[in-house]
């Protein structure tokens, strides 16, 4: 049974900086592409960034290029998100994602199938 268990979410400070985790369960990690969405009240899911399974290759949404590095441990089979600069429009419900498919490429956002519960960010100017 695929788990996704989303940590390190708070509040704080325009230009401040959080990271977040996501432990993930049933499944090979290490061949998995993983990725972070996040969803604020009102608006649509979106992607923030992507990471390949052996690779690791990144990928990320514009609005967050510069400012957000994916990261992933697949000793640990956590993967990581460090948020630098936050801005207020940063608030939102980060999850993390899985797809265990194999082929295509991990920053098509559309491919993810599993979701974890997610983790609150806020961000007060």
């Known amino acids: 049974q695929v788990q996704l268990v989303e940590s390190g979410g708070g509040s704080v400070q325009a230009g401040g900086s959080l990271r977040l985790s996501c432990e993930a369960s049933?499944?090979?990690?290490?061949?998995?592409?993983m990725s972070w969405f996040r969803q604020a009240p009102g608006k649509e899911r979106e992607g923030v960034a992507a990471i390949s399974a052996i690779s690791e290759i990144t990928y990320y949404t514009d609005s967050v290029k510069g400012r957000f590095t994916i990261s992933r441990d697949n000793a640990k089979n956590t993967l990581y998100l460090q948020m630098n600069s936050l801005k207020p429009e940063d608030t939102a419900m980060y999850h993390c994602?899985?797809?265990?498919?194999?082929?295509?490429?991990?920053?098509?956002?559309?491919?993810?199938?599993?979701w974890g519960q997610g983790t609150q960010v806020t961000v007060s100017s």
């Open positions: 049933g499944y090979i990690f290490s061949r998995a592409c």
């Open positions: 994602a899985v797809d265990r498919r194999l082929g295509g490429t991990c920053s098509d956002f559309s491919r993810y199938n599993y």
